[in-house]
């Protein structure tokens, strides 16, 4: 009987798993907002002479960002991260007559010795917090557009409903997961999302739902093929049909995406780190839990489950 | 006539993947066919067209008026004249200055470090002036214009921006010729009569060279004309030998010299071209490394049909390249990670086919046969696949366009063409090449083509295998 058999084991790993996502995502904060989302100011600097990080946290003090965090880049070349910017005061021909941040920040770099400013990127917190909402609205808009098209994909099956459920149980579960796993990187290593952040995450809901379409497009077929077969055994069969497949994707997306993590700069990293998670947490899953749930759903285990918890089962019993 | 089908799609094939690497290879592509005309290709690589990000360059966004204040489509017209005006003056190759939703400019200068300078030049309050402008000995007024250096003087009246009470286009009732409308504030009248009363009168005594009415905006002459009459009720028209456009044109630049909106900064960014020249050669080389170990793992495990999807996917690239530079794509470096995504889908689609083609030579089956069944059971969870890869590009997309300039919208863009292009590939060149290389004689060795031990034939080595039972031509019909 293969996974089918260890169903309940799975179910419990992955409970945890997503429970453990929740508790770290409700622990403020959830996810620590990049520039893209809290607003602020980012640059790439180059210094001509060995600098330390304490050095330029030092400077950005004095002229009063404490908040700065600095991260070094190799070679001489520092990332740093301003929590707010304040724009210089401009008269009607465009000259500055009061300089801000955006001037001091320059001058007490370059006063540290030949910096070269390489990038230097503003977002207020009115595009900021633009960004949030779009963002969230654009996963949950995703997820919706999910269960229609697999219900839809799947109509020619008995109960395509369920199909696009467990599709988007997946979808929700590996969400939560990847979510969960930068909530704590975050808290551990102040590593920030940032718009390609949630590009990574719409990815990964996309490799999600590809994957398990690949598995229920399989038992879509031993359905058809083997009419009055065990759900449990036609699934099983059809996840040791795809598993060779699976993980032969996985693997060339993990190459692909590990290749590019050596190379690539700061301002798509945050993308692949989530693209790495997501095709981990998303392949397990297609394999697991997707189409462990359709068995549990179709063997009516998920209402004995809920029967089962106490007060639910006899408020179903007094009903009746 | 199967023979026949096979060569046809091999030709359709050596055609699209020629164009495709011939439009790369061609640094600026310039086409005329009289009926058609594509001019593409920048000067950087494979003539491709790079983003700020890659090519380096300043990018701005401001908010126009206020949420108690907010602009009409006209204003935000003038504001984008005005600012392509003055980012001209500064000399940048191709600047773009878009509207975003309804209220916001995005301002995109290539090239352009000096992010400061940049700000102070299209942050500057737009300033109209009315000025009396008189011609240089020897010019006629047509001949003195901004083109023309010293060709005219302008002498300040005291009057600008802040008198117009409006200006619109208009329509000779009589005529049918395009006018433009003015009309100063009730308090500007009085000046303003003795200013053309004056210019009417040089009209009279130099008739050869007479002073003109210029509308100035920021230094530049927005419209210079003679005067007909004194005007004294303070409301004028413009004739000359205008188009409705250009009249509409005039009245909104005017408009925006006579009531300037406020803008905000809202995001600024600035990447120096040595920086985005070394984002490029490391996405370069990752992808080539990338997609290097991908078409070695194809050939290593999937063997004579991975080495026949290593070429389809190389084809996949040239082709989604090409795309993006016909089409054309701005390629960012969000736009090179969907590509990269995108690359993963197009891998997968061929895995999918290959498993399944494993399966049917594992009972048995002759290879083209295998390749078919393989395609046709492998067909649907790739269509369904990726039509749910693209629903869900195309809600990025939406969600990335809609208020900013997000980097969000180029990777969407670029998983779109890249997964409609790996469909292509999949169920078009793929499929094709691996039938011709099926109907080769190297159909005898299915052994060739899966990664595991075929029924049978498992001890043999594969030099030495028995000739596969059936003819290759008998499948596939």
Redesign the interface.
């Known amino acids: 009987m293969g996974i089918v058999r260890y169903r309940k084991w799975f179910f419990l790993v992955s409970g945890l798993l997503v429970l453990a996502s929740v508790v770290t995502l409700l622990w403020p904060p959830a996810l620590k907002p990049g520039i ?1 989302f809290s607003g602020g100011a980012a640059l ?1 600097v180059d210094f001509e002479q060995p600098m330390t990080g304490a050095q330029i946290s030092a400077a950005l003090d004095r002229i009063g960002h404490p908040e700065a965090i600095v991260q070094g880049g190799g070679a001489n070349r520092f990332f740093i991260r301003l929590g707010s910017l304040a ?2 005061e ?1 008269d ?5 007559v009061v300089a801000r941040d ?2 001091l920040v320059r001058e007490a770099l370059i006063g540290l010795g030949g910096a ?9 917190g ?2 900021g917090a ?2 949030v909402r ?2 969230t ?2 996963v949950i ?2 997820s919706f ?2 269960l229609l ?2 219900t839809w ?1 799947f109509r020619r099956v008995p109960s395509p409903f369920r199909y696009g459920t467990a599709a988007v149980i997946a979808l929700a579960h590996d969400v939560l997961i990847v979510l969960g796993v930068f909530s704590i990187l975050g808290k551990l290593v102040d590593l920030e999302v940032n ?2 952040f ?2 990574g995450v ?2 990964t ?3 999600s ?3 398990t ?2 598995v229920f ?2 038992i ?2 031993n359905v058809a093929r083997y009419p009055g077969g065990a759900i449990a055994e036609l699934v099983n069969l059809s996840v040791r ?2 598993v ?2 699976s993980l ?2 996985s ?3 993990l ?3 590990a ?2 993590l ?4 700061p ?2 990293r945050p ?2 780190y989530v ?1 790495m998670t997501g095709v981990i947490v998303g392949t397990y899953s297609s394999i697991f839990i997707a189409s462990l749930t359709l068995v549990a759903w179709e063997q009516g285990e998920i209402g004995d489950a809920f029967r089962r918890i106490p007060l639910l089962g006899r408020l179903r019993r007094a009903r009746a | 006539m199967l023979r026949l089908l096979r060569w046809k799609s091999l030709l359709t094939i050596v055609i699209i993947v020629t164009v495709a690497f011939s439009s790369l290879l061609v640094q600026k592509i310039n086409l005329d066919l009289g009926f058609i005309e594509l001019r593409r290709g920048s000067d950087d690589i494979l003539g491709l067209q790079l983003g700020l ?1 890659l090519a380096g360059g300043t990018q701005l ?1 401001y ?1 126009a008026g206020s949420e108690d204040f907010p602009p009409s489509p006209e204003q935000m017209e003038g504001l984008i004249a005005t600012i392509t005006r003055r980012v001209d003056r500064l000399g940048v190759a191709e600047p773009s200055i878009q509207l975003l939703g309804t209220d916001r400019l995005l301002i995109q200068l290539p090239g352009v470090e000096d ?2 300078a940049a ?7 737009a ?1 109209l002036q009315i000025m009396e402008r008189i011609c240089a000995d020897g010019f006629t007024p047509r001949q003195c214009s901004d083109s023309v250096p010293g060709s005219y003087e302008d002498r300040e009246t005291g009057l600008d921006g802040s008198n117009m009470a409006r200006a619109s286009a208009g329509q000779d009732p009589t005529t049918g010729r395009s006018l433009l409308l003015f009309e100063l504030n009730r308090d500007a009248a009085a000046d303003f009569a003795i200013l053309t009363q004056r210019l009417f009168t040089t009209q009279t005594t130099t008739p050869l060279h007479p002073d003109q009415l210029a509308f100035v905006l920021d230094g530049d002459t927005l419209v210079a004309a003679t005067v007909q009459s004194a005007i004294l009720a303070g409301n004028g028209q413009i004739t000359g030998n205008f188009t409705p456009e250009e009249v509409r044109r005039l009245a909104i630049q005017i408009e925006s010299g006579r009531l300037p909106i406020d803008i905000t ?8 071209a ?2 985005g020249a ?2 490029l050669e ?2 370069l ?3 080539v ?3 290097a ?2 078409l070695f ?2 050939a290593a ?1 999937y063997r004579a049909s991975g080495v026949v999807a290593a070429v389809a996917l190389v084809f996949y690239t040239a082709m989604v390249l090409a795309i993006f530079k016909l089409l054309p794509v701005t390629l960012t ?2 736009g ?3 590509f ?2 995108s ?3 197009a ?2 689609a061929n ?2 086919i290959f ?1 399944r083609m494993k ?1 049917e030579l594992r009972i048995g089956r002759t290879l083209p046969f295998a390749i078919q069944i393989g395609f046709n ?1 492998a067909w ?2 790739i269509r ?6 693209l ?3 195309g ?2 997309f ?3 366009t ?3 300039n ?3 919208t180029g ?2 863009v670029s ?1 779109m063409i890249g997964v409609l292009t790996s469909m292509f590939t999949a169920i078009f060149i793929s499929r094709n090449l691996l039938a011709i290389v099926g109907a080769t004689a190297l159909a005898r060795w299915p052994q060739l083509f899966t990664p595991e031990p075929l029924p049978g034939r498992a001890a043999a080595p594969t030099s030495a295998a028995p000739p596969a039972p059936s003819a290759p031509s008998e499948g596939g019909a």
């Open positions: 893209d790439t724009l210089d401009r009607a021909e465009g000259n500055v955006e001037t070269q400013i390489g990038a230097f990127d503003f977002v207020s009115v595009i633009e960004n779009n963002a609205v654009a808009v995703a557009v999910i098209y697999v994909a718009a390609m949630i590009t719409l990815a809901i996309g490799y739902v590809n994957d379409i690949v497009d399989r879509r077929e049909e795809t060779g497949r032969n994707t693997i060339t997306l190459v692909v995406v290749t590019l050596l190379f690539a700069g301002s798509i993308l692949l693209l | 990000d966004i908010q992010i400061q700000k102070a030049l299209i942050g500057a309050t300033v900064e809202l995001s600024s960014s600035v990447v120096a040595s920086l070394e984002s490391d996405a080389v990752a992808g490394v990338g997609l170990l991908v793992f194809m495990y470096l969000a090179l990670a969907g990269i995504v690359l993963g889908m891998v997968d895995i999918l498993e399966e059971r649907t969870s369904d696949g990726n039509i749910s890869t629903l869900i590009a809600i990025l939406l969600f990335g809609s208020t900013a997000s980097p969000v990777f969407a998983l």
